[in-house]
């Protein structure tokens, strides 16, 4: 974890900090476990822990070596203190990701709008639903 992200990590309270290691611990995992995803970097976005996914190098017919789009769309995840009791995973809303997730997963999460997957601070994480919505989140781009 970089010194900035760490910074952030350290203003949640400790319950809080734990369910957001989890989190960045999961989306670390499954980035880690997917083919075609290459490197994630972490970083800060609007203030909150962002993991995006880096264009990966290949080699066109000639042997050159270019860059492809990045395979995934950014993945963000925080807590806010107007709601204590929650934390949330955040994708890009120009995105279908929540549909795709709420069609998957109708009674599994709760969903805001188009980019928020929120979760209850005493509820226990839906754990491979949840690493079936990170990898899609992580390959976004490859299906297009």
């Not at 900090?17 to 880690?32: F, G, H, S």
């Not at 080699?59 to 993945?75: F, H, R, V």
């Not at 209850?120 to 994480?125: G, T, Y």
Request: with cysteine; net charge neutral; charged share 25%.
């Amino acid at each position: 974890m970089n010194d900035v992200v760490k910074q952030k990590f350290d203003t949640y309270p400790v319950k809080v900090r734990a369910k957001l290691e989890y989190l960045r611990q999961l989306i670390l995992e499954v980035a880690a476990n997917t083919d075609k995803v290459g490197e994630v970097e972490e970083t800060l976005k609007w203030g909150e822990p962002a993991y995006i996914t880096l264009p990966i190098q290949y080699e066109d017919k000639s042997g050159k070596l270019k860059k492809a789009k990045a395979p995934g769309t950014t993945i963000r995840i925080d807590w806010k203190s107007k709601s204590p009791d929650q934390y949330a995973l955040y994708v890009n809303c120009q995105t279908s990701l929540i549909n795709s997730f709420n069609s998957l997963f109708p009674n599994t999460f709760t969903f805001e709008g188009s980019r928020t997957v929120v979760f209850r601070l005493d509820d226990e994480l839906p754990e491979e639903a949840l690493r079936v919505c990170i990898q899609m989140a992580l390959t976004y781009h490859l299906g297009k």
